[in-house]
């Protein structure tokens, strides 16, 4: 949805400055005359419909977030209480000598963090997700707008990253020096 509002707002500033909107392939323009009339004509007529086209993607985009945000949540409140369920059914299982060489607080310990570690795992992997779709989108819109600006921003995504493998060790190193 994040394209495809990208591009209702690309062909809205198309519309602005009075050019046709789109150049359709000849097998679009014979398959569908009305379609093609109207994006070959003036584009001021769509200016109006395209914003609300990609204000609509918007708000869209953001109820499917949350809906995601929602579904992602239930996922994992489900799976923190089977990994608990599995985790306190292993200890259970000991036998007392292997049971009597943890402390309870350990014991306890590990029954938490599971549940809490899964539940990690599937947020971040949500995020990785959404994170690569977007790359790809925001990719494919900046490659469509202009060539060389892409290669700028590549450049600069290539700069940023060096910059950070520079300094996240000195980072990390110092904050090791400084909490000993």
Not at 21 to 33: I, N
Not at 111 to 131: D, F, Y
Not at 148 to 160: E, K, Q, R, T
Request: proline share 3%; net charge positive.
């Amino acid at each position: 949805l994040e394209g495809f509002t990208l591009g209702a707002l690309f062909l809205a500033l198309r519309a602005m400055g009075g050019e046709s909107l789109l150049t359709l392939p000849q097998w679009v323009a014979e398959f569908l005359p009305g379609l093609a009339n109207l994006v070959q004509q003036d584009g001021r007529g769509m200016l109006i419909p395209l914003i609300g086209l990609a204000v609509f993607m918007q708000i869209l985009r953001s109820a499917l977030s949350y809906l995601n945000l929602v579904s992602v949540g239930y996922l994992s409140a489900r799976v923190q209480t089977q990994m608990t369920h599995r985790v306190f059914g292993q200890i259970l299982s000991f036998s007392f000598p292997c049971a009597s060489r943890y402390k309870l607080g350990d014991l306890t310990s590990y029954i938490n963090s599971a549940a809490g570690t899964v539940s990690t795992q599937i947020n971040l992997m949500s995020g990785l997700l959404t994170a690569t779709l977007l790359v790809l989108t925001y990719s494919a819109t900046l490659l469509t707008v202009s060539i060389p600006l892409s290669i700028v921003a590549l450049g600069l995504a290539l700069g940023l990253i060096g910059l950070q493998r520079y300094l996240l060790p000195r980072i990390t190193a110092l904050s090791i020096q400084l909490t000993q």
